[in-house]
């Protein structure tokens, strides 16, 4: 009997047991025993990509050092005075101190040109008539002028400032093995002017024979270009993971030129400026690609098309701008037609041109533009899935207007004093405009009749939009 009610009672606890851990198990995840091995001896390090640039300090024809180039190296004589017929040789080393293996390009960076007046009293500009290239070394027979000239591969000056010396140059790490590949490469860089150069490139000076760089009436500048030496590099096919070599086979150089960055926003994917650049034509942003500008600014000298309308510097139909300045476009960023993708903007600086943007129809896509200052006019067409803007700014200029063709948002805005709202005539009233924490010359905006007597949006569109614009 004693074992009976024994037996019994472990019975019941075992049920209450298995009742328990069912319970247990309803309310929270599984549980195993488990073991575990610990490899205390595994190390990540990061890959190092690093490339130096070298010039040669030569005597008596033969290289007495390899020195390195920086930002003040000046590599070409100061003194020089171009005439047709004087050249300059320079030598180069590019190597790779690094762990990763590389690519790189070598090129012209010109900085800035001062043009000049010739004897004819017509303005030139030094670059026309100036040619430069690297030389093929193992084709020469001599070291003579004549032997250097005929194995350079020319170009202008005024061509190289998009070209390159060397193009996707691999170069390995210093512990490569015998025989696939090396890990540094000599340049010899020729700028010469050649002598079928005549009087169009004599420059002008005043009757005494004077020369003045700062434009003194009564004298005529000297021609000069500063230009410099860039070195890009990148990532190159040569390391494997546990799939193949092929992980960085998309990997980009850093972007300098307007020819760099046209051709980079065309290919796709992520842009990232190192420097700022100058564009004189409308540059096409990649479906779904990124632009970062690093911090750095885009001058934008486009002209205006044949029916006498500004042009933008970036086209873009979908796809993230972020980082990034343009100064003195007509149009900033946009499109005359639809999206094709949602469109953001982060961190975008806009001036001097008539729009910092202008989109056209949604396609109901969305267009966010965040954390941004915005000087002169906007415009957004419609048909969107939402339009938002979120902690930004927005100052008069010639143009001080922001134009909805569709409902709106506006997030924290601060809005200078002669900025305004406008509702294009035309857009459904049943869209919604909203400002939540949003302020116009340090006041803060909280009711329709309040914005109407500050000047922020117009009797007009109150009588027409009434309680469709808000605020809170």
């Not at 020469?140 to 390159?164: E, G, I, P, W």
């Not at 760089?213 to 190159?236: D, S, V, Y």
């Not at 899935?385 to 008069?396: A, G």
């Amino acid at each position: 009997m004693t074992n009976r009610k024994t037996t019994k009672r472990a019975f019941l606890a075992s049920v209450m047991a298995l009742i328990i851990c069912f319970s247990m198990l309803l309310g929270t995840t599984y549980a195993w025993f488990t073991d575990t091995v610990v490899a205390g001896r595994n190390r990540i390090v990061s890959g190092n990509l690093d490339v130096e640039l070298d010039y040669a300090v030569m005597e008596n024809g033969q290289i007495k050092e390899w020195l390195p180039v920086d930002e003040s190296t000046n590599l070409f004589n100061e003194e020089a005075l171009y005439e047709p017929g004087y050249t300059e040789v320079v030598k180069f080393r590019v190597r790779n101190v690094g762990t990763l293996a590389v690519k790189c390009n070598l090129g012209i960076n010109v900085v800035n040109e001062t043009p000049g007046v010739n004897v004819y009293g017509d303005e030139f500009m030094l670059s026309d008539y100036l040619t430069t290239g690297v030389v093929d070394t193992s084709a020469l027979t001599s070291a003579d002028r004549d032997d250097y000239l005929a194995n350079m591969a020319t170009t202008t000056f005024a061509d190289a400032k998009n070209a390159v010396y060397a193009s996707d140059l691999v170069l390995l790490p210093n512990d490569y093995k015998v025989g696939e590949g090396d890990d540094e490469e000599i340049f010899e860089v020729v700028v010469t002017m050649p002598t079928y150069v005549g009087n169009e490139a004599n420059f002008l000076t005043d009757l005494t024979g004077n020369i003045s760089t700062e434009g003194i009436e009564g004298f005529t500048n000297q021609p000069e270009i500063i230009f410099g030496l860039k070195l890009a590099a990148t990532q190159w096919t040569y390391e494997a993971d546990d799939f193949d070599d092929q992980y960085d086979v998309d990997a980009k150089y850093p972007v300098y030129t307007e020819a760099e960055l046209a051709a980079d926003l065309a290919a796709g994917g992520t842009t990232i400026l190192t420097e700022n650049v100058q564009v004189t034509a409308p540059i096409t942003l990649a479906a779904g690609s990124v632009v970062d500008g690093n911090g750095h600014v885009i001058y934008s000298t486009v002209p205006v098309n044949a029916n006498g309308n500004s042009q933008f510097a970036i086209v873009a139909t979908e796809g993230t701008i972020k980082n990034l300045s343009i100064v003195g476009a007509g149009r900033g960023v946009g499109t005359y037609g639809a999206l094709t993708g949602d469109l953001t903007l982060d961190n975008y600086y806009a001036a001097g041109g008539s729009y910092y943007f202008n989109i056209g129809n949604g396609n109901g896509y969305a267009f966010t533009v965040k954390n941004s200052t915005l000087v002169g006019w906007g415009s957004f067409g419609g048909n969107y899935s939402s339009v938002l803007f979120e902690n930004c700014t927005f100052k008069p200029a010639e143009y001080h207007t922001i134009r909805a063709y569709d409902g709106v948002s506006f997030v924290n805005c601060d809005f200078a004093a002669g900025y305004d709202f406008d509702i294009y005539t035309g857009t459904a009233t049943s869209n919604v405009f909203s400002f939540t924490n949003c302020y116009y010359n340090g006041i803060k905006l909280v009711d329709r009749n309040q914005a109407v007597e500050l000047g922020f949006i117009s009797q007009a569109d109150l009588d027409t939009y009434g309680n469709a614009i808000r605020f809170y």
